[in-house]
């Protein structure tokens, strides 16, 4: 699924406040490219991730401040499970550092409180995938089409996620649907390969 279309930035109600992670040996090439996605989906009057904020540790700051910034937010959503940012914001620390599972404990909560909110719905699906449960992602991608069905984001989510599980049939059917919603997408001709290469066996 490719990082500039499945932006996990869609939960851009976050925050003024991106850590720059300090985790250095724990942030690969892909985290890195993450943050780049992210910054493309933020509301136009949001920081840019990966920014400085004020009152908050930037990139350039103590790394035990840092780390410390980072363990009161976690701890703040854990001892405060009924507020949605803090939740979320959560989510977002433990997915910088590929701690996938953990993101979607603290996205699973953010559900609970707000069944409704697409973005947290999106990113369920997003993050399930880079998990490699593909099975929950298609359930995620699918509740949040039914919500917009002419999303592009997720129905390049969903197409990925069927044929990851290689079920040609609803591979198909999302990948028809996302021809249909926008026919000039650059996922097409991959995606076409890779249904391909799915029904003829390879």
């Known amino acids: 699924m490719s ?23 724990s942030m690969s090439q892909k985290t890195q490219t993450a943050s780049s996605s992210m910054s493309q989906g933020m509301p136009s009057d949001h920081p840019p991730v990966g920014a400085p904020n004020a009152g908050a540790a930037g990139g350039g700051g103590n790394p035990e401040q840092v780390r410390a910034q980072v363990t ?24 910088r550092i590929q701690r996938y599972d953990q993101a979607i404990e603290f996205l699973l909560k953010a559900n609970q409180l707000k069944p409704t909110d697409y973005n947290t719905i999106v990113t369920l699906g997003m993050v399930n995938f880079d998990a490699g449960h593909y099975e929950p992602a298609e359930k995620w991608f699918r509740a949040a089409i039914k ?39 650059q996922e097409l001709p991959r995606f076409r390969e890779m249904l391909s290469g799915l029904k003829s066996g390879k």
Do not use: C, H, W
């Open 72 to 95: 009161a937010d976690i701890d703040k959503a854990r001892n405060d499970p009924k507020n949605f940012d803090a939740q979320v914001k959560a989510a977002e620390l433990y997915y």
């Open 3 to 25: 990082r500039e279309n499945l932006l996990f930035g869609i939960i851009g109600i976050l925050l003024g406040f991106i850590v720059g992670f300090m985790f250095a040996s």
């Open 147 to 185: 919500m917009k069905p002419d999303d592009v984001t997720v129905l390049e989510g969903l197409t990925d996620t069927t044929l990851q599980k290689k079920d040609a049939k609803a591979a198909e059917e999302a990948l028809a649907q996302l021809e249909k919603a926008d026919p000039n997408s």
